[in-house]
C-alpha cells in the first residue's frame, strides 16, 4: 500500500503541489486579517490553534480528494475534522483494552457508545469522500490519482484505500498543527525568539507572498531551528510506536528477545531525556544551530540524532517533506503578515497535555 501511495510523496509531486499549499496559506492570511480587529493599534485576541488545524485540514482534503473541507472559508472546524479527535479517543480505547483479551467484551461495553459512533462517523465521512472522488476525472494529480490509475503497479481494494486515506489524512494534518501549535505557544513566551524569527523571515525578498516559495525557505537556519525544537518537545506522535521482533527472535539494543515480543520506543522520552539532551524541558533552538557542534558549545553533548519525530526506517513518514514544507511555509506567511504575542495568563502547558495516540491540544481545567 505504501508503495502504491508513493508516487504523490516524491520531491516532483510536492514541487507540483506548491501552488496548492500556498493558496490555502494565502487563504489563511487573508481570513485572519479578516477576523482582527485592526482600528488603531489594538490587539486581536485570537486562539491560533485552531488555525493551524483549519489550514492543514484543507491542505490535506485538497491534496487527498481533490476538496478542501472548508474550515478555513467557513472559520470553523468542519463537522467532520471536530469529531476527529473523539474517533482518535475511540480508537486508543479500543486498541488499550484488546490487550486484555479474556476481559475484552466486558471492557469494550465498557467505552462509551456515542464514542464508538463518532468514531464509525468519521470512518463513513472518508468513504464518502473516497467514492465521490472516484466517481470524476481530476484535472491534475492528487494523491490518489496514482492509486487509481487503470495500469497502476501496485493495486489496492477498496477498503484499502478507505482505510489508508483515513490515515493520511489524519496523520497528515493533525501532526503539522500540533507542532506549529506548540512553537507559537513557544515563540510567544520567548519573545527573544520570536524576534528573530521575524528579523530572519521578514528579510525575505521585498515581493511578498510570491516570493516566498518553499525552495526559498528550505535554507533559513533559525526557521529550522524553532521548528526542529518544537517537534522535540511538541513532538506530535509523542507515543509508543508498536512493532514485534521477527519470528526467530533478534537482539534490540543489545538485549536478545524471543520471537513476536513487542517492542517500542516513545519518542516523548527519548526527546525529554537529560541523557540525550542538555537542558533537556528548556525551549532552545540554538541547540540546532552549527555552533552548537563546537566543544564549546554548552550543547556539544546532546544526542541529536536520538530526535528522529518522523520515526526511522521502512515505516517512517512518508509526508516528511510535505510536512516541513507546510510548516515552515506557514509559521513563515503568519511572522510576515502580523506581530504576535502572548495573551496574559494563556499558555499551554504541554506537559499535562493529554495523549490519545495524538496529542489534545486543550488545556484540562485545573
Ligand atoms: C510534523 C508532521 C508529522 C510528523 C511528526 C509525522 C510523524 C510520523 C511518524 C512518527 C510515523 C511512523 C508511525 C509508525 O512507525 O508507526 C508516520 C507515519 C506516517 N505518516 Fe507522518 N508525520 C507528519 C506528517 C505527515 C504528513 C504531512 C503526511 C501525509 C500527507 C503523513 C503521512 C504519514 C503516513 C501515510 C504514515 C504511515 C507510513 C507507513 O506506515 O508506511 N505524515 N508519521
Request: proline share 5%.
Amino acid at each position: 500500500m505504501r508503495k502504491a501511495i508513493a508516487p504523490g510523496f516524491t520531491t516532483r509531486a510536492l514541487k507540483a503541489q506548491e501552488t496548492h499549499v500556498q493558496r490555502y496559506v494565502n487563504l489563511l492570511v487573508d481570513r485572519l486579517s479578516g477576523v482582527i480587529d485592526s482600528s488603531a493599534g489594538k490587539a486581536s485576541v485570537i486562539d491560533i490553534g485552531p488555525w493551524f488545524n483549519f489550514t492543514t485540514f484543507d491542505i490535506l482534503g485538497d491534496l487527498a480528494f481533490g476538496e478542501s473541507f472548508d474550515c478555513l472559508h467557513s472559520s470553523t472546524y468542519h463537522p467532520w475534522v471536530e469529531i476527529l479527535f473523539s474517533a482518535a479517543k475511540a480508537a486508543t480505547w479500543i486498541a488499550a483494552v484488546r490487550f486484555y483479551p479474556r476481559v475484552y467484551s466486558l471492557l469494550f461495553k465498557l467505552i462509551p457508545p456515542s464514542l464508538k459512533k463518532m468514531s464509525q462517523d468519521h470512518f463513513n465521512h472518508v468513504v464518502e469522500r473516497v467514492k465521490r472522488r472516484m466517481n470524476y476525472e481530476m484535472d491534475r494529480e492528487d494523491l490518489m490519482s496514482p492509486v487509481l490509475k487503470e495500469d497502476a503497479k501496485h493495486k489496492m481494494s477498496l477498503q484499502e484505500i478507505n482505510g489508508s486515506f483515513m490515515t493520511l489524512v489524519v496523520a497528515g494534518s493533525e501532526t503539522s498543527a500540533t507542532v506549529l501549535t506548540g512553537l507559537m505557544n513557544h515563540l510567544v513566551h520567548q519573545p527573544q525568539y520570536l524576534k528573530r524569527l521575524e528579523v530572519e523571515v521578514r528579510g525575505l525578498g521585498q515581493g511578498g507572498a510570491h516570493e516566498v516559495t518553499l525552495d526559498s525557505l528550505r535554507q533559513l537556519e533559525w526557521l529550522n531551528a524553532v521548528l526542529t525544537e518544537a517537534l522535540r518537545l511538541c513532538t506530535p506522535v509523542p507515543w509508543i510506536l508498536p512493532r514485534r521482533v521477527p519470528a526467530s527472535g533478534a537482539v534490540v539494543a543489545g538485549v536478545g528477545l524471543p520471537g513476536r515480543t513487542r517492542v517500542s520506543i516513545q519518542a516523548y522520552t527519548m526527546n525529554r531525556d537529560p541523557a540525550n539532551w542538555h537542558r533537556a524541558d528548556e525551549f532552545l533552538p540554538e541547540r540546532w544551530l552549527p555552533d552548537a557542534h563546537k566543544p564549546e558549545s554548552e550543547f556539544y553533548r546532546d544526542r541529536r540524532e536520538s530526535l528522529q519525530p518522523f520515526s526511522v526506517g521502512s515505516r517512517a513518514c512518508i509526508g516528511l517533506h510535505l510536512a516541513w514544507a507546510e510548516m515552515r511555509l506557514i509559521m513563515t506567511r503568519l511572522i510576515r503578515a502580523f506581530d504576535f504575542e502572548e495573551v496574559e495568563g494563556e499558555r499551554l502547558v504541554w506537559e499535562s497535555l493529554r495523549t490519545f495516540a495524538l496529542v489534545e491540544k486543550k488545556q484540562d481545567p485545573v
